[in-house]
C-alpha cells in the first residue's frame, strides 16, 4: 500500500492543523492506519493509531486530549489526524504509517508514508 501525507505546515502555539493520508494500492479497511513523529535530534516516536474499521483508536500520552485521529473507509480512503491546543514540542516531521495489525502499527508498521513537517511557533 502506497501512503501520501499532507497537510503539515506553520501554526502558531495553541492554533490547530489537520493532516491527512491518502492511501492507494490495497484494500484501505485491511490496514490500521497511524501517525508517528520525528523531532530533530530525536527517534521517531509513535503519535496515534486507529484500528480497521475506525472502532478502536490509540493515542501517545502526549497528545492525549489534544489530537484526535478518523478514518474515512468509504471513497476517500483517507486517516485523519487533527491537532489542537499545539504545543512548541509538538514541531515534528509526522509519517503516516499503515500495518495490517493493529498491536503491530503502534511498534513496527510495514508501511510508511512519506514525511510531512509540522512547525509550531510562540
Known amino acids: 500500500v502506497q501512503l501520501q501525507a499532507s497537510g503539515g505546515g506553520l501554526a502558531q502555539a495553541g492554533g490547530s492543523l489537520r493532516l491527512s493520508c491518502s492511501a492507494s494500492?490495497?484494500?484501505?479497511?485491511?490496514?490500521?492506519m497511524g501517525w508517528y513523529r520525528q523531532a530533530p535530534g530525536k527517534e521517531r516516536e509513535f503519535v496515534a493509531a486507529i484500528s480497521w474499521t475506525g472502532g478502536t483508536t490509540s493515542y501517545a500520552d502526549s497528545v492525549k486530549g489534544r489530537f484526535t485521529i478518523a478514518r474515512d473507509n468509504n471513497a476517500k480512503n483517507t486517516v485523519y489526524l487533527q491537532m489542537n491546543s499545539l504545543k512548541l514540542e509538538d514541531t515534528a516531521v509526522y509519517y503516516c504509517?499503515?500495518?495490517?495489525?493493529?498491536?503491530?502499527?503502534?511498534?513496527?508498521?510495514?508501511?510508511w508514508g512519506q514525511g510531512t513537517q509540522v512547525t509550531v511557533s510562540s
Open positions: 504509517a499503515a500495518d495490517p495489525t493493529m498491536v503491530v502499527l503502534t511498534s513496527t508498521p510495514d508501511y
Open positions: 494500492g490495497g484494500t484501505f479497511s485491511d490496514y490500521a
